[in-house]
């Protein structure tokens, strides 16, 4: 498909300046130029024009918003000025797999002070002896090239990045807060808990009670039988008396 079509085809039903990202991909430039953009474009942040036969970038439209361009897989051999001047806020640029052999060729990428990421892997200028620690020379405003830093630490993706942003998250949320509903669970267990065990006091103390106020009634009760047996014994003796005063009156 041509590129004219295809950029028109991923508007799909938009204007342009509402598209924010555009991927136009495995389609072809009749002339290995940029077709179909234009200034209108003006919210474009991400461009993706991958194996499209671009060998060059001078008719890029300015994009003042874009920040990540993938032109891997094209035959640009150089002449990225423009790209520097319409694109001053890249941060990303993907450039591997082109026909770029001198570093000389990307000079001109030093004007850009945002760009933190460059990618020149399979392009002949990567075969250069000590092509790393040059290139990191002559762009210092690089973090990463083909993927690593200087140190040959590797970028990481977009998931890695807001994991660590969640952590951080976590870290600055600071330790667990005593939530006070949890306190008032606690309070009313021991609460419970020490009822019971009131409870239970009580209740053994009621049966102690009760086993001593049975013995108090039981031993009542003897002394009760006790008097009534001294009270008929002196009846009795009483009766005998009389009767012994009863047979001397007799005689």
């Known amino acids: ?53 671009l060998s060059s970038l001078s008719k890029l439209p300015a994009l003042p918003k874009l920040s990540k361009l993938e032109v891997s897989d094209n035959l640009i051999s150089g002449d990225l000025d423009s790209l520097v001047e319409k694109c001053p806020n890249l941060t990303y640029l993907n450039l591997s797999g082109n026909k770029i052999k001198e570093l000389s060729s990307i000079k001109t990428l030093q004007s850009l002070k945002h760009l933190k990421s460059l990618d020149l892997y ?44 969640d952590d951080d998250d976590d870290d600055v949320a600071g ?35 009760d086993e001593e106020d049975d013995g108090d009634y039981v031993e009542e009760e003897e002394d009760e039988e006790d008097g009534d047996a001294a009270e008929a014994q002196g009846e009795k003796r009483k009766r005998e008396a009389d009767d012994e005063v009863d047979d001397d009156d007799d005689e």
Do not use: W
């Open 122 to 165: 399979s392009c002949e200028v990567s075969s250069l002896q000590e092509y790393r620690p040059s290139v990191f020379q002559l762009l210092p405003q690089i973090k990463y090239l083909d993927g690593y830093d200087p140190l040959d630490n590797e970028l990481p993706d977009s998931n890695d990045e807001e994991d660590e942003d």
């Open 175 to 209: 330790p667990h807060v005593h939530d006070d509903d949890e306190d008032d669970d606690e309070s009313s267990e021991v609460e419970e808990g020490e009822e019971g065990e009131v409870g239970l006091s009580y209740l053994m103390k009621e049966g102690i009670q």
């Open 1 to 53: 498909m041509e590129m004219k079509k295809r950029v028109l085809l991923e508007l799909r039903n938009r204007k342009p300046k509402d598209v924010a990202e555009l991927v136009v991909d495995n389609c072809r430039s009749s002339d290995g130029e940029v077709e179909g953009l234009t200034e209108e474009y003006s919210e474009l942040e991400i461009l993706s024009m991958v194996n499209v036969g």
